[in-house]
């Protein structure tokens, strides 16, 4: 089940210069930054708020290590805007197998690595009326963690 939105998904060309702007204009600070080799990015989350579930919701910041990674090639064409949201649940997995029964194109087979040891897939913005959709559970909420 879907319980959150768990990040904002912002696609930008200078990662510190935007973690200022974000940080003089709202006060929102930096919780955590990572680079995903494997998705191309570096990225800054910041903290919004904390859910009832347990989880938080953020805003990803992020800059493209690649010119042919996904957010790379988004930039050259659209300029820093919105990227994808992401809504967080405790079961990546079935969700997204549930939702793909539904017809629309998840894009991995298995979910893969996203920030902070969380398992992430994204959903086809074309069959999503134009918005990249991610879908994650946060480590520490990932019931598949157990099984280990
Ligand atoms: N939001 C909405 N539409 C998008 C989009 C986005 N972020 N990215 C691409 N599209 C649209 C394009 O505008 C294009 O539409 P038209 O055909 O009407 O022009 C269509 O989708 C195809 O776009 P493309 O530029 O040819 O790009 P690709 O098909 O090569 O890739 C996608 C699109 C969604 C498969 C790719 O971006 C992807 O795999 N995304 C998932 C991974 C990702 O985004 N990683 C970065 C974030 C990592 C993280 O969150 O941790
Ligand atoms: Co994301």
Redesign the pocket.
Known sequence: MLTRID?I?I?CFDLDATVEFYRATYGFEVFHTEV?DE???R?AMLLVNETSDGGATYL?L?EPTRED???G??LA??GEGV??I?FGTGDVDGDAAAIRDKGVRV?YDEPRH??MGSR?T?L???DCH???T?LVTSAGLDPAEDAH
Request: charged residues 15%.
């Open positions: 990040h998904g696609a995903n998705q191309g990015v990225e990803q992020l990674s996904a957010v090639k988004w064409k659209n990227h994808h992401a894009l996203g920030t992430i994204f086809h913005p074309k134009g918005v990249l991610e």
